[in-house]
């Protein structure tokens, strides 16, 4: 018995209590015992590298090169994006992956190249195999972007899991941005990333990694282009990253490096080259359309551990409505179970839960419903029964049914890798809808299970179907959380088929965008947790999923009147606006911060009410194009270096800049701007870019910026829609997209399209149509005249 797990046994049980420090003492002796019982033992290692190159063999896309010690199977895709495998490694099956993968480019051929080599050339992208088995992609110009070194495995002699490990080289201007949700970033400095789904256990902050939601990810920009790399491997494992630098040493660059360990799994990729724009919009082909949120996703919504009873929902809503603030949604989160019991509701606290819904529905506010994945191991629990049956509970390497913590107690966890255990707990999403919910928050699904001691997760012998192909924790691990999201985001689809699911999850992995959107989880109170805030929404929406947001205010203690201000004027740009505070905190609702507070909080509602149709276009244009709503402000001019250093501002579609306040006290700030001329969309001054600008930042507001040329749709005084047109620069043009929606359903409304110029001291405005341009059929104000 180790003495620190012991001293942790003793501490476990006088501060959680003590039935459930028992439980989780338990808990953590039993994972333990089921690993060291469950899993091979890692003994003696065979390293192994690719060897010389044999031969190859053509195929459509590409096709294989042999190695003497390995092979390398190469595939250009229709879409331009390029895939290699070792070791036969396919591009399926996959989690991340949409469908049957993308067809291959016809045009792409495996042709030999210099010094024994051989070479793929496409129209975007050219790939070299040197003879030894290194992979280098470079631009149609041929001007290198990323070079993998031969990769190195380590083979149990015995049989078994080989771990692996591959370094990469980039030019050393490039930036690092990804790998899922990053406090620290969203630009990603040099040190070590854990590739692991994380509860931290605590509220977090900038330093604290990994979280929640990791993916093998990356975003690499540089002065030569563009590219995303993916390794589609879902066990644990580290990404290192150093950022270059130019003239190290003698006048000769350093070049940036990337080193992947992995302990275990495929060794395969993906890589797109391009723009930005280009790069996410084939990652999206790839990963899957982003879902489309209901409209009033888009507004704000308003959560807390602590909504005890249907009278304080009421109390709540009603401090909103008397002070005529917008309110979207109400979240509850688990004190409305009963016992905290999934699937179920306190009768004693909400009796009359399909009442209050109705309700409130009709004041235009929805319910959205915690779901957590662990069931209470009790005989007589309905979910627990019926899972039973369904033999959906994942089971230990012996057969037995794997008990974890929660906060029901002692719980079993379904097998979401298991198509079968998927539509079954799809199911379960009736009795929510029954109660009136419209909307599911899932939580603690990375998944957590308490413990005093070691990894507050599942055991990693843990057994799952995985698709039929079988494996244990070690695989399943990273896409629990997703594979939870495709359950409930499907279950809800099939019981209210006309209606948009709203789904989003605290954890997941690569693709799920496909099912919804994720939040930053337990944000620590802070002005650093306010910062990490937008490197969170940056950097994930960079990996594929636009839809996320934080807890607004922090997710503990109690923000200053000023730190909630700013927070709140920030999500009040984000895509997921919400409120949201753990059982011991302060107060989040904005009339608990004094009235300037509350006059301040009133005007970012009101504006974000005013921007909902250009969220719903933005919202509209993610799943059409995988562009984020919320991106960096290098997103169209990624060669602009200082920019892509800039991580304290954003871009809200190709039209706004935002740039949040950060810092307490602070009544002005500096902004770095892209190219062009922009507006301070509060007082109309122009600023020209690109360079840095002083903007005035009082209390009342932060700085938001208008491109000049832009087209804004925005809700008029009669709740139309209008469109807000930002003057352009002299003998500069513009224009702008609306995405009109009926705020739910299926329909794909055609994308209206908007040009702008300047004529003297007039600016024409025109939708574009198949026949010619037209008068615009909405009202027009046009912003930024002197």
């Known amino acids: 018995m180790n003495g620190r797990d012991l001293v942790r046994s003793v501490k476990a049980v006088g501060s959680a209590g003590a039935a459930q420090g028992v439980r989780t003492v338990r808990a953590a002796w039993r994972r333990r015992r089921a690993d060291a019982e469950g899993l091979p033992p890692r003994g003696a290692e065979r390293a192994r590298v690719p060897g010389e190159v044999l031969d190859a063999l053509p195929g459509p896309g590409g096709g294989v090169v042999r190695f003497s010690r390995s092979e390398l199977r190469l595939l250009v895709a229709a879409n ?17 992956l949409a469908g049957q993968g993308p067809e291959p480019d016809p045009r792409a051929v495996l042709e030999p190249d210099k010094d024994g080599g051989w070479r793929v050339v496409a129209e975007r992208v050219t790939v070299t195999v040197s003879r030894h088995g290194a992979v280098e992609v470079c631009t149609p110009g041929g001007v290198p972007l990323r070079r993998d070194l031969p990769p190195r495995w380590w083979e149990p002699v015995g049989g078994g899991t080989a771990r692996w490990m591959q370094r990469s080289r980039v030019t050393a201007d490039a930036r690092f941005f990804g790998l899922g949700a ?78 992947l360990r992995m302990d275990g799994g495929p060794l395969r990729c993906w890589v797109i080259v391009g723009t930005p724009a280009r790069v996410l919009h084939t990652w999206g082909s790839l990963t899957g359309a982003a879902a489309l949120p209901p409209a009033w996703a ?121 198509a079968r255990v998927r539509a079954w707990w799809g199911g379960l999403y009736r009795e929510r809808l029954a109660q009136g919910f419209s909307g599911f928050w899932h939580d603690m699904n990375e998944p957590t299970s308490f413990a005093a001691f070691g990894e507050t997760t599942l055991p990693r012998s843990t057994r799952h179907a995985l698709e039929g192909r079988g494996g244990d924790h070690r695989e399943a691990h990273n896409v629990y959380g997703l594979c939870m999201a495709q359950a409930g985001y499907e279950g809800v689809r099939a019981a209210v088929p006309g209606e948009r699911p709203f789904v989003f999850s605290r954890s997941g992995w690569a693709g799920l965008q496909r099912y919804g959107g994720t939040w930053s989880g337990d944000v620590a109170t802070g002005w650093p947790g306010l910062r990490a805030s937008l490197s969170l929404v940056l950097g994930l929406g960079l990996c594929g999923v636009p839809y996320s947001g934080p807890d607004v205010g922090g997710f503990d203690g109690s923000p200053s009147p000023e730190l909630f201000l700013r927070w709140f004027q920030l999500a009040a740009y984000l895509p997921l606006f919400r409120t949201h505070a753990s059982l011991r905190a302060g107060r989040r609702e904005p009339w608990e911060f004094g009235p300037e507070v509350l006059e301040h909080a009133r005007a970012a509602l009101l504006e974000r009410r005013r921007l909902l149709p250009y969220f719903v276009t933005l919202a509209h244009l993610a799943r059409r194009t995988g562009a984020p709503y919320v991106r960096p402000v290098w997103w169209n001019t990624p060669e602009d270096r200082a920019l892509r250093d800039c991580g304290d501002a954003f871009l809200l579609g190709d039209a706004l800049l935002v740039a949040p306040v950060l810092l307490p006290g602070a009544e002005r700030r500096t902004v770095r701007l892209p190219r062009g001329r922009w507006y301070d969309t509060a007082t109309g001054r122009a600023y020209e870019g690109p360079g840095k600008a002083v903007v005035e930042a009082p209390l009342g507001r932060i700085p938001v910026l208008a491109r000049a040329g832009a087209v804004l749709p925005v809700r008029g005084g009669t709740d139309e829609v209008e469109l807000e047109v930002w003057a352009p620069a002299p003998g500069r043009g513009g224009g702008g997209l609306v995405v009109p929606d009926a705020g739910d359903g299926w329909a794909e409304p055609a994308i209206e399209r908007y040009s702008v110029r300047g004529q003297g001291r007039r600016v024409v405005v025109e939708q574009e149509r198949e026949d010619g341009a037209v008068a615009p059929s909405r009202p027009v104000r046009v912003r930024g005249l002197d």
């Not at 895939?83 to 989690?95: E, H, I, M, R, V």
């Not at 002065?223 to 630098?245: C, I, K, P, Q, Y």
């Not at 959205?368 to 089971?395: C, N």
Request: a negative charge.
């Open 182 to 259: 990053r406090a620290s970033g969203p630009r990603l400095r040099d040190g070590a990333y854990r590739l692991w789904n994380t509860d931290p256990g605590r509220p977090f902050g900038p330093g604290d990694d990994p979280l929640y939601l990791t993916m093998p990810v990356q975003l690499v920009v540089a002065d030569a282009g563009t590219h995303l790399v993916f390794h589609d491997n879902s066990w644990d494992g580290t990404v290192v990253l150093r950022e270059g630098e130019e003239g190290a040493g003698s006048g000769h660059d350093r070049p940036g490096a990337s080193e």
């Open 298 to 418: 888009l507004g704000h919504q308003h959560a807390r551990w602590g909504f005890g009873s249907e009278q304080e929902v009421r109390r709540i809503v009603a401090g909103y409505q008397e002070r005529g603030l917008p309110l979207d949604a109400v979240h509850l989160d688990i004190d409305h179970l009963d016992a905290h019991r999934v699937f179920t509701v306190d009768q004693e606290r909400f009796p009359k839960l399909p009442v209050l819904a109705e309700e409130l529905r009709r004041d235009g506010i929805r319910l959205v419903s915690i779901v957590d994945p662990g069931v209470r191991a009790a005989p007589g629990d309905a979910v627990y029964d019926s899972g039973t049956t369904q033999d959906a509970f994942v089971r230990d390497a012996s057969g037995g049914v794997v008990r974890g913590v929660v906060w029901p107690g002692e719980t079993v966890f379904p097998d979401f890798t298991h």
């Open 80 to 96: 331009g994006a390029v895939f290699w495998g070792w070791d036969g490694a396919a591009p399926l099956p996959s989690y991340a």
